[in-house]
C-alpha cells in the first residue's frame, strides 16, 4: 500500500522559514513525479511545486517562485519543500501528492501537513 | 499556462438528482490529462476520473467524465448522499506548471 506521511508544518512568523518532509513507501519512489497540493483555509486546492522522478525537472506556483525549492532524495524515499520568505497567504494545509513530468494523475495523497504563518 | 474555469461555483440538488460540473479550458488541452477530483472536508482528495473518462475504481459507475479540446464535463448520475463534496478538475499534463480549477462545491439542496 502507497503511503506518503507529510511532517515539518508548525507556527511561522511571516518572513520566517520551515522545511516540508514527505516520507514515502509502498511504491518505487524513483519512479514517480511528486507534487506538493495546498488549501488554505476556506480556499480551493493549489498546486504548489512538482519535481520530476529525477529531479532534473521542477516547476513552481507563480505564487511561490523564488520563494520554495522542492527537492527529493531517492535514496531515502524523501520528498522535501523548502520554504523562505513565508506569507500569510502561505498559510494552508500541504499535501504531499504521487505525480508531476510524468503524464501520471496525482493518484496517491499523503494526509497533510498545516502550516500557519501567524505574527 | 493552461487556466480551468469550473461552473457553477455551487450547485444546489437532492440526492436522486443527476449533477453535472463543467470544466472549460483556457486553451485545448490533451483529454489523456484530464483529471477530476472528490475532495471532502478532513479528508485527503481523492481521485475520482483520469483521462478525462476513466473512473477510478474507488467509485461507482454512477460518476463518469467525458469532453476533449476545451470542454469537460463530471456527470454524476444519480446523487447519494456521500457525494455531496467539492469537485475539482485538473490538467496533470501541461508541466512545468499543473494548476487545478477553482473546484465546484456540491450542496444538498
Known amino acids: 500500500e502507497v503511503q506518503l506521511v507529510e511532517s515539518g508544518g508548525g507556527v511561522v512568523w511571516p518572513g520566517g522559514s520551515l522545511r516540508l518532509a514527505c516520507a514515502a513507501s509502498g511504491l518505487s519512489f524513483e519512479d514517480y513525479g511528486m507534487s506538493w497540493v495546498r488549501q488554505a483555509p476556506g480556499k480551493g486546492l493549489e498546486w504548489v511545486s512538482g519535481i520530476n522522478w529525477s529531479g532534473s525537472r521542477v516547476g513552481y506556483a507563480d505564487s511561490v517562485k523564488g520563494r520554495f525549492t522542492v527537492s527529493r532524495d531517492n535514496a531515502k524515499n524523501f520528498l522535501y519543500l523548502h520554504m523562505n520568505s513565508l506569507r500569510v497567504e502561505d498559510a494552508a494545509l500541504y499535501y504531499c501528492?504521487?505525480?508531476?513530468?510524468?503524464?501520471?494523475?496525482?493518484?496517491?495523497w499523503g494526509q497533510g501537513t498545516l502550516v500557519t504563518v501567524s505574527s | 499556462e493552461v487556466v480551468l474555469t469550473q461552473s457553477p461555483g455551487t450547485l444546489s440538488l437532492s440526492p436522486g438528482d443527476r449533477a453535472t460540473l463543467s470544466c472549460r479550458a483556457s486553451?485545448?488541452?490533451?483529454?489523456?490529462?484530464l483529471a477530476w477530483f472528490q475532495h471532502k472536508p478532513g479528508q485527503a482528495p481523492r481521485l475520482l476520473i483520469y483521462g478525462a473518462s476513466n473512473t477510478a475504481t474507488a467509485f461507482p459507475d454512477r460518476f463518469s467524465g467525458s469532453g476533449s479540446g476545451t470542454d469537460f464535463t463530471l456527470t454524476i448520475s444519480r446523487l447519494e448522499p456521500e457525494d455531496f463534496a467539492v469537485y475539482y478538475c485538473?490538467?496533470?499534463?501541461?508541466?512545468?506548471?499543473?494548476?487545478f480549477g477553482q473546484g465546484t462545491r456540491l450542496e444538498i439542496k
Open positions: 485538473h490538467h496533470y499534463g501541461s508541466s512545468p506548471q499543473i494548476p
Open positions: 501528492v504521487r505525480g508531476y513530468d510524468d503524464y501520471w494523475p496525482l493518484d496517491k
Open positions: 486553451q485545448s488541452v490533451d483529454s489523456n490529462y
